[in-house]
């Protein structure tokens, strides 16, 4: 199976993505919540100075120094922010934006001088190549493994079994740092290890996606998955589903339309994130819509029960009034009234509209809440 | 090559001009955004623009500026719109708002890019060099366009000055007197929109942020009023911009955006370590200098009360005993005084450590800075 896997081009390219995709939503759901999400593309950026540092030192191109070089360059970013948030000159959102694009320059920088001769140029750091990962391969157990699959395989382990052993610790520094203070669940230092591990999987993903595109695997999908439930396990299982049908659908895409395939895979994240805005269950767009136009037609029968209530008890039975008396138009009349009879409200009387004993109730309830017997 | 044959250069004479251009604008239209800390908002505008440049590229079919710089505009102003609806219409927060949109948009220049790759026709090069920039490329025509488009926003940022600044320090008071606030919000994102695309040609797309955020940032190190921050940040956007420029341009393969990016980070460093008042290397030295005038103080008041209460204005202190009152070594300190003639050490007793005495001017310091304290 492996052998298959392995002789397959195309196969080696969707496990690739789905890969990069697993690795960063498991994260990127934890930066979303903690409104971290600058904080990726920041360190995305910054990883390519660290790159280059390290392999100008080493020559070594990718590998265990590679990762350990990306961890330190994530590191430096966010002490660098908060060391200039700290000294309260400038505020957290500019200093992320003063501190990310000033290592990438320099990155970029020492890249155009140094660097000429390796793999590693400005396009492929932006834009990924991950068509072209099946072609690098190292030996493992008698196969040739492409060898972004190895580094991006052991990446994901490690970020799952992060997330796995410590999900209480994690969702607890999450939704109340104070509380995982006070007992001892050092909350900083999770955090720290957070954005340690999106540096590794950055630097291992930046081959096959680049550098900006990197961002979207991290962000898109747990933000779609966001919009979609309420609980975390869910939001971060959402979260991989949505990276992985992703990965898949953006291949085929782009094979067809015979385009960028990393970019594709993330503009598939971008529809999954717009289908989830739309059409999500409870916060989607068109779920709000419904549920504000129930509301409104929901108060205009009880305007209507009012009305009637008022009219009752000054003797009258009124059917005209609706569009005097409330200044409605015959349509909204219409629509009003047919939703009343359907919830059994009003009723006609040999001398027009009366309330019905449910719609008299719902008019005394709101006018005079006072009086409602309770239960 | 000699200066002057070297200004007379065309492509120099572009290069400065456009990089004169692009400073200003930016700088000037960054400090707003950055006042408003809508800093990364430059940077998903500047990555949103990308798709707008191959849009642009695929309807003219070439690399005319004008049409390129119409398609930037359009995404941009189009990035800023879904950012805004995301976080009115769902909920996610500005950061998760921001990173989508910044992502999603480029990816989809990305896959344009490879499009128009991909396509026979030739005329597809250079559309890279809007990724990080390439000021050797602009032209004279470019020019136009870009001061055009500098001109304008300087122009409407001047019409509405008053308008800006009021929503910029206190939207809720400008709601409250009449002003369309949300007008002119969308008003301000858009003339970033501009900056942006001035920036494209020079710096690119990747790091036009950098732009918006550092001149604003440096400038606001130097001053305290709107007025002269917009000023200086618009010449520090200059300064990087001419000087990142001129060596990218004189330079072959180096990208022009990183080397104006740096210079941008180094005015920023250098404002944020020695700005009057501001700088942190005053403020540093400020700090040591109060913390030692503090210690002088403490132990020249514990020397005068161990004085006065045995009777002996002369009472040698030991130093052993000095450091357990403070709780902290008080050699340093001790030494300071003796250079300045307050203490004076003196021989006690022959087998016990040193002892300190109060000198004639350290008794007198002692009590002014007693009486002082009292009175206040």
Redesign the interface.
């Known amino acids: 199976m492996l052998a298959t896997l392995l002789a397959d081009p195309g196969l080696v390219i969707v496990t690739t993505g789905m890969l990069v995709g697993t690795a960063s939503s498991l994260l990127g759901a934890f930066l979303?919540l903690r409104?971290?999400?600058?904080l990726?593309?920041a360190i995305s950026h910054s990883i390519v100075l660290g790159i280059v540092l390290v392999w100008l030192l080493t020559r070594q191109q990718s590998g265990a120094v590679q990762l350990l070089g990306a961890a330190l360059a994530g590191i430096a970013t966010v002490a660098l922010t908060e060391l200039?948030t700290r000294?309260r000159?400038?505020?957290d959102?500019?200093a992320?934006?003063?501190v990310f694009?000033?290592l990438?320059?320099?990155g970029?920088?020492l890249l155009?001088?140094y660097a000429?001769d390796v793999h590693v140029d400005?396009?492929t750091v932006?834009?990924g190549e991950i068509g072209f990962v099946w072609l690098r391969t190292m030996p493992i157990l008698g196969h040739e493994v492409p060898q972004a699959l190895v580094w991006l395989g052991l990446v994901t382990t490690i970020n799952a079994s992060f997330v796995f052993l410590l999900f209480k610790e994690l969702k607890l520094a999450t939704f109340d740092p104070a509380l995982a203070h006070a007992l001892g669940f050092a909350p900083a230092a999770l955090s720290y290890a957070l954005l340690v591990l999106t540096s590794v999987t950055a630097v291992a993903s930046f081959e096959a996606v680049?550098v900006?595109?990197f961002?979207?695997f991290?962000?898109?999908p747990p933000?779609a998955a966001?919009?979609l439930t309420d609980r975390l396990e869910r939001m971060i299982l959402l979260g991989i589903a949505v990276a992985l049908a992703s990965s898949w659908l953006g291949y085929l895409a782009?094979v067809a339309?015979?385009?960028?395939i990393?970019?594709?895979m993330?503009?598939v994240?971008?529809l999954f994130?717009l289908a989830a805005?739309l059409a999500g269950p409870r916060?989607g767009?068109i779920a709000?819509l419904v549920r504000q136009r129930h509301q409104r037609l929901h108060d205009e029968c009880l305007a209507l029960a009012v009305h009637l209530l008022t009219a009752e008890n000054q003797g009258e039975h009124p059917r005209k009034p609706l569009t005097d008396g409330l200044a409605w138009t015959d349509a909204r009349a219409t629509r009003v009234l047919a939703e009343c009879r359907r919830h059994g409200l009003v009723r006609d009387d040999a001398a027009g509209l009366a309330l019905t004993a449910k719609g008299r109730g719902a008019a005394r309830a709101l006018l005079e809440p006072w009086r409602v017997e309770p239960g | 090559m000699p200066l002057a044959v070297w200004l007379a250069d065309h492509t120099i004479q572009n290069v400065v001009a456009g990089a004169v251009l692009l400073g200003l604008v930016s700088g000037v239209l960054g400090s707003f955004a950055v006042l408003r800390q809508q800093s990364l908002l430059g940077d998903t505008l500047a990555h949103a623009a990308l798709p707008g440049i191959c849009l642009g590229f695929l309807l003219a079919g070439s690399r005319e500026l004008g049409v390129l710089a119409g398609g930037a505009l359009l995404t941009a102003t189009l990035a800023a719109l879904a950012v805004q609806a995301l976080v009115r219409f769902s909920r996610l927060k500005t950061d998760a708002a921001l990173g989508s949109v910044l992502s999603l948009f480029f990816a989809v220049g990305v896959v344009l890019l490879t499009f128009i790759q991909g396509r026979a026709d030739a005329a597809q090069g250079g559309l890279e060099s809007f990724l990080f920039g390439q000021a050797a490329a602009t032209l004279r025509s470019d020019l136009w366009l870009m001061g055009g488009v500098t001109a304008m926003a300087l122009f409407l940022v001047t019409l509405f000055w008053k308008e800006l600044k009021l929503v910029t320090f206190d939207p809720l008071f400008a709601a409250s007197v009449g002003y369309p606030v949300a007008l002119l919000e969308t008003g301000l994102t858009a003339l970033i929109a501009l900056a942006v695309v001035v920036g494209l040609q020079m710096v690119g797309v990747v790091l036009m942020a950098a732009m918006v955020i550092a001149p604003p940032v440096a400038a606001r190190q130097w001053t305290r009023r709107l007025e002269p921050m917009v000023a200086l940040a618009g010449l520090f956007g200059v300064a990087a911009g001419v000087s990142g420029a001129l060596i990218s341009a004189t330079t072959p393969g180096l990208a022009t955006g990183p080397l104006v990016v740096l210079a941008a980070s180094a005015i920023v460093l250098a404002s944020l370590l020695l700005a009057p008042e501001r700088g942190l290397l005053w403020e540093a030295l400020k700090r040591r200098r109060d913390r030692r005038a503090l210690a002088d103080e403490r132990l020249l008041a514990t020397l005068y009360g161990l004085a006065r209460r045995h009777h002996d204005p002369r009472y040698p202190a030991e130093q052993g005993m000095l450091d357990a009152y403070h709780g902290v070594g008080t050699r340093r300190v001790l030494a300071r005084l003796a250079g300045l003639g307050m203490v004076r050490r003196v021989v006690h007793m022959p087998n016990e450590g040193a002892h300190w005495e109060l000198t004639e001017a350290g008794q007198r310091r002692a009590r002014a800075d007693l009486s002082r304290a009292e009175a206040d």
Not at chain 1, 35 to 38: A, V
Not at chain 1, 257 to 260: A, G, K
């Open positions: 979303i409104r971290n999400s600058m990726a593309d200039l000294t000159k400038v505020k959102d500019a992320i934006g003063l694009p000033a990438f320059a320099l970029v920088l155009n001088l000429r400005q396009h932006l834009l680049g900006v595109l961002v979207a991290v962000i898109v933000a966001y919009l782009a339309l015979d385009v960028s990393g970019g594709m993330a503009v994240t971008g994130l805005f916060y767009l709000r």
